[in-house]
Nanobody, 130 residues
Framework: QVHIVESGGGSVQPGGSLRLSCAAS????????IGWFRQAPGKEREGVSC????????YYADFVKGRFTISKDNAKNTVYLQMNSLKPEDTAVYYC???????????????????????WGKGTLDTVSP
């Protein structure tokens, strides 16, 4: 059974940093990528960044390139999202999800694996405000 738990959310001022963690287990890492998605109030969920679970290949949405960095620690079954230079428009609930490796770009550049409820964590709220 897939088990995903996010942590590290919180409140920060513009220009600040946050580091999110995603502990993921219950699946075969070789067949998946791990991604971060976010949903701001009144907006649809969107892909932020993904990392291949074994090959380490990465994807970043244009709006976070140069500011966010995704990384993973396979020994700990954990993926991290380091978020720097945060802006008020980064305020959202951030979700971690696993996505099938062969369709990773499709899911990561979109709203994620919405057809697979078990592939998602419950989310963590990040607020960026003065």
């Amino acid at each position: 059974q897939v088990h995903i738990v996010e942590s590290g959310g919180g409140s920060v001022q513009p220009g600040g940093s946050l580091r999110l963690s995603c502990a993921a287990s219950g699946f075969t890492w070789d067949y998946y990528a791990i991604g971060w998605f976010r949903q701001a109030p009144g907006k649809e969920r969107e892909g932020v960044s993904c990392v291949g679970a074994t090959d380490g290949s990465t994807y970043y949405a244009d709006f976070v390139k140069g500011r966010f960095t995704i990384s993973k620690d396979n020994a700990k079954n954990t993926v991290y999202l380091q978020m720097n230079s945060l802006k008020p428009e980064d305020t959202a609930v951030y979700y971690c999800a696993i996505v099938p490796r062969d369709a990773a770009l499709f899911y990561c550049s979109g709203s994620g694996p919405e057809d697979y409820e078990d592939y998602w964590g419950k989310g963590t709220l990040d607020t960026v405000s003065p």
